[in-house]
């Protein structure tokens, strides 16, 4: 999947709200990284009505995280996945499955971009097992009870969360 015919880069999209990055994500972006020369993770612009992160601190979170990782860069979009797809000229799209639920949902998110757009095909990468109880909602949730989050988010994430107001609730 390295080089397209005509010399052209393989690039693919992996999008999410990242709010906020977990180990499982940092998982899925180095090994898609490694599938493609380049590598965009979009940042859902107005991911919830009330999130956690900024689009501006998400952003600069996996900015810091993906800076050693050669053609991994961090862009925000907003609407349609299909259309960053097309803006960016990749030739998929990147999710992680970590159970049968997450296929339920993503499979005919999946099939509904193809159908829009057969540019924005999507590939699936299994969760690693290590991670596959970790969602960036149920970090939420767990920092609202004032829960330990250390594991499940990189070391940067970490320290970050803890300047946030724990006393806030998070949906
Ligand atoms: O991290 P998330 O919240 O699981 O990511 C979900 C995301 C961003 C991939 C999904 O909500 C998305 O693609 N949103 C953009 C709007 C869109 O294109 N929706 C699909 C309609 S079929």
């Not at 499955?97 to 971009?113: G, I, K, M, S, W």
């Amino acid at each position: 999947m390295r080089q397209l015919a005509g010399g052209m880069v393989s690039k693919a999209v992996f999008p999410g709200s990242f709010d906020p990055v977990t180990v499982g994500h940092m998982d899925l972006i180095r090994r898609a990284a490694g599938m493609f020369d380049e590598l965009i993770i979009g940042v859902l612009v107005n991911a919830s009505k009330k999130p956690l992160g900024t689009l501006e601190e998400r952003v600069a979170i996996l900015e810091e995280l993906v800076q050693d990782m050669p053609g991994v860069t961090v862009q925000p979009f907003t609407g349609l996945l299909v259309d960053f797809v097309q803006e960016t000229g990749a030739v998929a799209v990147v999710r992680g499955l970590r159970t049968a639920v997450d296929f339920e949902y993503e499979l005919p998110l999946a099939q509904a971009n193809c159908h829009m757009n057969p540019q924005a095909d999507t590939v699936f990468l299994a969760t690693a097992p290590e991670y596959s109880y970790i969602s960036s909602s149920g970090i939420k949730e767990i920092l609202a009870f004032h829960g330990d989050v250390r594991d499940m988010v990189p070391e940067s994430v970490y320290r970050w969360l803890q300047t946030k107001c724990q006393d806030k609730r998070y949906d």
